[in-house]
C-alpha cells in the first residue's frame, strides 16, 4: 500500500463517526447510454452540503492542543469555509476564514452561523488564499487549505473507501476538478485498491487551472472566466502538493461548457428533484458527454455538492 492510499485509509477509520456515510443512487434511466449502470455519490447529502467536511475534519481532529488553544485559519469562497467551521465547532476550536470578493453572500452567512469569523480579502479566492496563508504565520493558528494539506486531500479521498464498499466493481469515476484535493484522494486510493478504474478528471472550460497546469508540468497563471462551477474556481497556490498528486492519478481529462454544465444541473432537478451545485454539473456533463466511450460499464459520478447560490439556483 502506498503512502497516500495508506494515508486515506487511516482518514476513514478516524473520521467515520464524524461525517455522513453518503449514501449512492443509480440514475442510469436519466442519462443517454442505457446500457451503462451509473451511480450518484451523493455528497450533497453530507451535513455542510458537501464533501469539503471531510478534509476538514481530518485535518482538524490532528491538532494539537497548542493547536487547538491558537485556533485555525482557512481560506475559502463557500464549501471548505463551511467544513472548516463546521469541524471547529465540533472540535471546540476557534475558526476565522477568509474569502474574496467573490464568495455569494449566503455562504459567507452560512459560515458565519457555525461560528467562524469571516475575514474579506482580495478579488479571487487565491487573493484569500495567500492572505489567509500569511495571517496564520503571523499569528500562530494553523492554516487549513482547501486543498494544499496532505491531511485534508487523505479525507477527501474517504469517498473512495465508501465507494469500493457501495459499488465494489467500478469501471470509472467522474469527478470535479477545482485544486485537485478531491480527485487526488480518491484517486490515490482507488490505484491501490481498484486500479483497474478509470479515473476521469472533469473541468468546466471558463476555469480548467489545474489542467493547463498539469499539461504544462507546472502551476500557471490561467486566465478564467465567470463560470456556474463556482466551488472549482480559483487559481493554484504555488508549490501544491496536488499539481503531482493528479498528475500521478488521473486517467481522462474531459472540459465541459457552460451550458453543457447546465443542461446536467437541470436534468437532475427536473428529474429527481435534486439541487445540486455547479462542480457537481461538471461531473455528470462530462459523463453525458462521453457516454458512449462507457457502454455496458458501471461508472460513479461524484455530486460532491448542492450548496448553490442564489445566482446559480434562479438559472434552473
Known sequence: MTYWSQSVLDAHHRIRSHVERTPVEEISGLLPSASTRVWAKREDLQETGSFKLRGATNRILQLTDKEKAHGVIAASNGNHGLGVAAAAKTAQVSAQVYVSDQVAPEKARKIEKLGAKIVYAGRDPLDAEIAGRQRAME?????????????????????????????????????????????????????????????????PENSPVLYESIKAGWI?????????????????????????????????YVLVSEEEILDSMRLVHREKQWLMEGAAGVALAAFVKTAERYAGKTVAVVLCGGNLSQKVRELL
Open 220 to 252: 500557471l497563471p490561467v486566465a478564467e472566466k465567470p463560470t456556474i462551477s463556482e466551488s472549482t474556481s480559483g487559481g493554484l497556490e504555488e508549490g501544491s502538493i496536488t499539481l503531482d498528486v493528479c498528475r500521478a492519478v488521473i486517467d481522462t
Open 139 to 203: 499569528s500562530g493558528r494553523v492554516f487549513i487549505s482547501p486543498y494544499n494539506d496532505p491531511d485534508v486531500l487523505a479525507g477527501q479521498g474517504t469517498i473512495a473507501v465508501e465507494l469500493m464498499e457501495q459499488v465494489p466493481q467500478l469501471d470509472a469515476i467522474f469527478v470535479a476538478v477545482g485544486g485537485g484535493g478531491l480527485i487526488g484522494g480518491i484517486g490515490a486510493y482507488l490505484k491501490h485498491a481498484s486500479p483497474g478504474t478509470e479515473i476521469v478528471a472533469c473541468w
